[in-house]
């Protein structure tokens, strides 16, 4: 159903969003871009560094080869060694117009390991692929795909998550499970700004079968017209990083399943997996309640699309992909090792049986007492800025437009529990799991700095008094542009503010 409120049924029109499904559409566009400079006898591939599309100013965590070596196929393919920032993306600190002022932070993301050293999801760095297309296009994001991709194939219902009219019935409502019952999702919490070419696309069951055709034709409309030479997109999808053990694991099939299936690799928004003497090209896409498979193989040329509107949570290596796996023995002509009831009770009977209670947050007692030595405003330049207050003598902590809470079970004197608003929790639970509070650095009477750990993403974020997010903004006044200034450095590189001081005092001497 794509509305069970008004009992609206799911139609061949009907928009759904396809989460990071949609990734291989943000590497489609790159692409098309490439061959449009083939064809003008340009140097742009696959192989351009993000510093010959952004310039010599652009930097890309600390680490000066990270910067100046990452290239298109680096982010395209999740091995630019660079940490992730999911949290950032559902606080929704980055309105989409700030999109160029995250982009000039990103020399204060973390490192994850080594540039080209190993495979490691990161969604922000599709973010940064599509604002690398702006920069090559000269237009916003959507724009482009627009005109380069949707409108030659055809597709007209497309839209960003963004930007989706809940109110039509053609757009299908996302559905969660709330204490028992089923119930609409608050779309506030589906908004990806920035982080959109990562998986902000919506259309119609019909507009995805024109790019299903598009997949299978490697890069040409039904019309046949080319967009991106077929070299070009078998680059897409041939093998650009192993994938680690564990996540081999968990997209593989091994005895005693009937029907092997082994993933092994990454390409440029797919996977790569051999299942039944055949080579599949697929990604899912999991946006709270929004989920979505697509599952190709180029050279028998089939394609399979599975997108549903809930119910949150949603995991797909349980719900979606075992009907992929269905549908893709239909398409095969052989008999399907699953069925009507297997594919309900899947993983079983072939492995044990998977318990989802509903996620909870396991917190016990709300902190009541002293606040003053916590209250105040936390700040990071690239992680934004954390108010936390005084409620009745309990602390409320926010950060973003959504992420809200009041902090609960204090240990160690410093550390807590956040115990986020239910109307948060019940979209964004199941991705935070729990999410501990760290005070520290006590001075003048109150602590200074503040950590915050979503265990659920393993991703830790720093934030400290008196280090002001808005420094870049453009509504920032410039009355007090010396004190943003030596906040910035401070944060940026103190040994570099210390020695300016140093040689302004000299020559003063």
Known sequence: MADLDENTPMTENTLTCIGSAAKAFTSALLAGFIAEDKKKRGTLSWKTTLREIFGE?????????????????????????????????????????????????????????????????????????????????????????????LEPLNITTAVLVDNLDYSQPLTSKPHQMIKGSVKRSDPRFYRLGPFSPAGGLCLSPTDLTKWLYFVNTLGTTPSKKRLVSSFDFMEMTSSKVALDFLTQLGFSLFDPYPQPSYTAWYGMGWFGRFYRGSVDFFHGG?????????????IKQTGIAVTVNGLNPTILQLDLYPLAYYLKDLLLDKTPWLNKTTICSYPEPWGNPFFRPPPTQNVEEKYVGETGEFVGVFGHTLYGEVLVTDNNQSIDLKWGEVMKGTLYDRTNLLSFRLRV?????????????????????????????????????MEKYNFSRDVEFNFFLPSQSTSSSTARLISFMTEFCPFVLIMSILVNLFNRL
């Open 57 to 149: 100013e652009f930097r890309l965590t600390s680490d000066p080869v990270v910067s100046s070596h990452t290239t298109l196929e680096d982010i395209l393919s999740h091995r630019s060694g660079v940490g992730s920032a999911d949290a950032l993306l559902m606080a929704q600190v980055y309105p989409e117009k700030y999109r160029d002022v995250l982009r000039r932070r990103l020399i204060l993301l973390p490192k994850k390991g080594q540039i080209r050293g190993q495979f490691s999801y990161n969604n922000l760095m599709y973010g940064l692929a599509g604002m690398a297309a702006e920069a090559i296009g000269g237009k916003p994001y959507f724009e482009l795909m627009r005109e380069k991709l």
């Open 286 to 298: 999991s946006m709270f309640s929004y989920n979505s498979v697509v599952v190709m193989d180029t």
């Open 421 to 457: 608003d239910d109307d948060v929790f019940s979209v964004l639970g199941s991705e935070i799991g729990d999410i501990k509070v760290v005070f520290n650095q006590f001075y003048s009477g109150q602590y200074n700095n503040l950590d915050i750990t979503f265990q659920g993403m």
